[in-house]
């Protein structure tokens, strides 16, 4: 991996932190995720008419992902209405490659070998850590954790749908600007009625949201893709698990939550198990 391949990683790493803790700072987050989604939603549906239309052989796996994603978007904001960053953030990113290697060994016959079941033990650890050591700012008991755990599922599930159906999309690029579109839209109309009215207005005054929110989701993703056609799959993956890294630090720093022992113990356990499940 060359230096500026590494740097690109960090960068997608850091913007994915990013996003996620620009919602967890908003005072609502939900319609804050709605915000963010719509942004790239809008970001998609600008960038379909200058790329190549996806094989047809893909739309079945456009449209299961862009229905997980509509859940994703939504859980997500309630997650981090109820839950910190430091504590949600860790057990969604960290929690989804080991759900993804036992789907997968489920779905293929593949079987785990050593350094994965460690890197499930440590994960499963970490995550133990977090969830009896750590409570969260509002004490809601376990509602937090198994949100997060609920979104990591999902994370796990769209994964391995556009493993398969980016392959057969002939066109990575709208493959997923039309996941995005499809999101969005999707979300939205599920909230309209939720929003009681002020989606709209919550949008309109909230450009700079809308905006970077979206383009950090967007590049976030992109540059990985890009990345990896230019270094090893595997290395690429390990790397932008350091966004949990990244999250836990702008978490203290700039969201000013309280650092446990625990939080700072789960975080880096959990860190290191994604990054061995990647590079197993």
């Not at 230096?3 to 987050?29: E, I």
């Not at 700012?137 to 994964?159: R, V």
């Not at 967007?218 to 993956?237: C, E, K, R």
């Not at 932008?240 to 836990?248: D, G, L, P, Q």
Request: aromatic share 8%; with cysteine; proline share 5%.
């Amino acid at each position: 991996m060359t230096p500026g391949v590494l740097a690109a990683v960090l960068l997608a790493a850091l913007l994915h932190a990013s996003w996620n803790a620009a919602l967890k700072a908003q005072p609502d987050t939900f319609l804050a995720a709605l915000a963010v989604t719509g942004g790239a939603g809008l970001i998609g549906a600008l960038a379909l008419p200058f790329l190549a239309a996806p094989d047809a052989a893909s739309w079945p796996f456009i449209a299961a992902s862009g229905a997980i994603h509509v859940v994703y978007y939504l859980l997500l904001g309630w997650a981090y209405r109820h839950a910190d960053i430091s504590h949600a953030y860790p057990l969604m990113r960290g929690g989804a490659p080991v759900l993804v290697a036992l789907a997968a060994g489920a779905l293929t016959g593949e079987q785990l070998h050593g350094a994965q079941w460690l890197a499930i033990g440590l994960i499963c650890a970490g995550g133990a850590v977090l969830t009896f050591g750590t409570r969260s700012a509002n004490g809601a008991g376990p509602a937090p954790t198994l949100l997060a755990l609920t979104i990591a599922a999902l994370i796990a599930a769209y994964t391995l749908v556009d493993g398969i159906g980016v392959r057969r999309s002939g066109s990575p690029a709208a493959y997923t600007a039309w996941i995005l579109l499809l999101g969005a839209l999707g979300a939205m109309a599920i909230s309209w009625r939720r929003s009681e009215g002020r989606m709209p207005a919550y949008l309109r005054h909230r450009p700079a949201l809308v905006l970077l929110g979206g383009l950090a989701t967007t590049g976030a993703y992109g540059i990985a893709l890009w990345a990896m056609t230019l270094a090893p799959v595997a290395l690429v993956a390990a790397l932008r698990e350091t966004s949990i890294v990244f999250a836990t630090l702008i978490a203290a720093l700039l969201l000013r939550e309280r650092m446990t022992r625990a939080r700072l113990l789960g975080a880096g356990v959990i860190a290191l198990g994604a990054v061995t499940m990647r590079l197993a």
